[in-house]
C-alpha cells in the first residue's frame, strides 16, 4: 500500500535559521507530490505541488521542494525561517494516473514546526 | 468568496449513537471529499462525491457513508459510533474530480467528533 513518511514530528527553530523537512514515499509508479500547511487555528493550505519537470518547485512564502525520484524523496526546504511560518506541514502524494485516484491524496503524519522569535 | 464552511465545529456523542456533519464546499466548486483526522495523524481519504454520487471510496467501513445534494453541499454520516471514530473531520471541494488530483483542494476547517 501507498504511504508517506515525514521524519520529524516536532522541529523547533530560531528566526533565520535554515529549515528542511524530511518526505518519503512508498510507491513505485508515477505520482503527483504535495505539500499542506496548517497554520494555528486555520485550514489546510496548499502550499506547493509537483507533477512533472523540474524536479525544483517553488511554492509560496519563499518555501520550495525537491523531487528525488531515487530516493523517493520530496524535502521542503527554506533559506531562513520567520515566527509566522509556525505551522503543521503535511506532505501529500496522489499516485497513479487521473483516471485512478482523482480524490485519494495520501498524507504523511505531519511535522509541527515552532520558530522562536 | 466564501470557502468551504463546516458543521459544527465540535460534537460531543456517545458510543452508538449517529452523527451527522455537514460542508458547503467553495463558491463554484462542485466535488466534495472528506478525510477523517484522528490525533497526532494526517488526513485519511473517506470518500468523494461528484454528481451526487459516491465516485471513490477510502478503507472505511459502511458505517460511514455521505450524500451530495443538487446545489453540491454534502454530508457525511457516521452510524454505531466507536471511541475510535473520535477525530477531526474534514471536507475538502474541487472544480471536478481532478481538482483533488491536481492538488486544488480547499479545505474547511474541520468538525471536531468526540466518542464518550
Known amino acids: 500500500a501507498q504511504s508517506v513518511s515525514q521524519h520529524n514530528h516536532h522541529v523547533i527553530l530560531s528566526e533565520a535559521a535554515s529549515l528542511e523537512l524530511g518526505c518519503n514515499y512508498s510507491y513505485g509508479g508515477t505520482v503527483n507530490l504535495f505539500w499542506y500547511v496548517q497554520y494555528p487555528g486555520q485550514h489546510l493550505q496548499l502550499l506547493l505541488k509537483?507533477?512533472?519537470?523540474?524536479?525544483l518547485v517553488k511554492g509560496i512564502k519563499g518555501f520550495e521542494a525537491e523531487f528525488i525520484k531515487s530516493k523517493f524523496s520530496f524535502n521542503l526546504r527554506k533559506p531562513s525561517v520567520q515566527w509566522s511560518d509556525t505551522a503543521e506541514y503535511f506532505c501529500a502524494v496522489n499516485a497513479g494516473d487521473y483516471g485512478g485516484s482523482q480524490g485519494n491524496l495520501i498524507f504523511g503524519k505531519g511535522t509541527k514546526l515552532s520558530v522562536k522569535p | 468568496d466564501a470557502g468551504v464552511t463546516q458543521s459544527p465545529t465540535h460534537l460531543i456523542k456517545t458510543r452508538g449513537q449517529q452523527v451527522t456533519l455537514r460542508c458547503s464546499p467553495k463558491s463554484g466548486h462542485d466535488t466534495v471529499s472528506w478525510y477523517q483526522q484522528a490525533l497526532g495523524q494526517g488526513p485519511q481519504f473517506i470518500f468523494q462525491y461528484y454528481e451526487e454520487e459516491e465516485r471513490q471510496r477510502g478503507n472505511f467501513p459502511d458505517r460511514f457513508s455521505g450524500h451530495q445534494f443538487p446545489n453540491y453541499s454534502s454530508e457525511l454520516n457516521v452510524n454505531a459510533l466507536l471511541l475510535g471514530d473520535s477525530a477531526l473531520y474534514l471536507c475538502?471541494?474541487?472544480?471536478?474530480?481532478?481538482?483533488?488530483?491536481?492538488?486544488?483542494?480547499?479545505f474547511g476547517e474541520g468538525s471536531r467528533l468526540t466518542v464518550l
Open positions: 509537483y507533477f512533472s519537470g523540474d524536479p
Open positions: 475538502a471541494s474541487s472544480l471536478g474530480p481532478s481538482g483533488s488530483f491536481i492538488g486544488e483542494l480547499f
